[in-house]
Nanobody, 119 residues
Framework: QVQLVEPGGGLVQPWGSLRLSCAAS????????MGWYRQAPGKQRESVAL???????NYTDSVKARFIISRDNGKNTVYLQMNTLRPEDTAVYYC?????????????WGQGTQVTVSS
């Protein structure tokens, strides 16, 4: 069982920046996918930024050119740098990791961290 811990949320003004981090209890090097989802009030959870197989990164359209996902394998940590934040970015942000071993797929979630963009 991999535990994901996400400090770093908070209140930020529009146009501001915030960095989230996700520390894993085990190596992230072997994860098949890892990244960030978010869920705003009354909306479905959506992917925000993900490392996927083949070394690719997927961003949802609304955050492209504003958010940057990065990772430090030595620290087993994934980061989400969020710039030019908008009120519509307000949501609970969840770290996610997917591990596939043969036919078994395990999906891990962090506890979520609240990000509020408001003046």
């Amino acid at each position: 069982q991999v535990q994901l811990v996400e400090p770093g949320g908070g209140l930020v003004q529009p146009w501001g920046s915030l960095r989230l981090s996700c520390a894993a209890s085990d190596s992230i090097f072997c994860m098949n996918a890892m990244g960030w989802y978010r869920q705003a009030p009354g909306k479905q959870r959506e992917s925000v930024a993900l490392f996927v197989s083949g070394g690719r990164i997927n961003y949802t359209d609304s955050v492209k050119a504003r958010f940057i996902i990065s990772r430090d394998n030595g620290k087993n940590t994934v980061y989400l740098q969020m710039n030019t934040l908008r009120p519509e970015d307000t949501a609970v942000y969840y770290c996610n990791a997917v591990l596939k071993v043969y036919s078994r797929i395990d999906v891990f979630w962090g506890q979520g961290t609240q990000v509020t963009v408001s003046s």
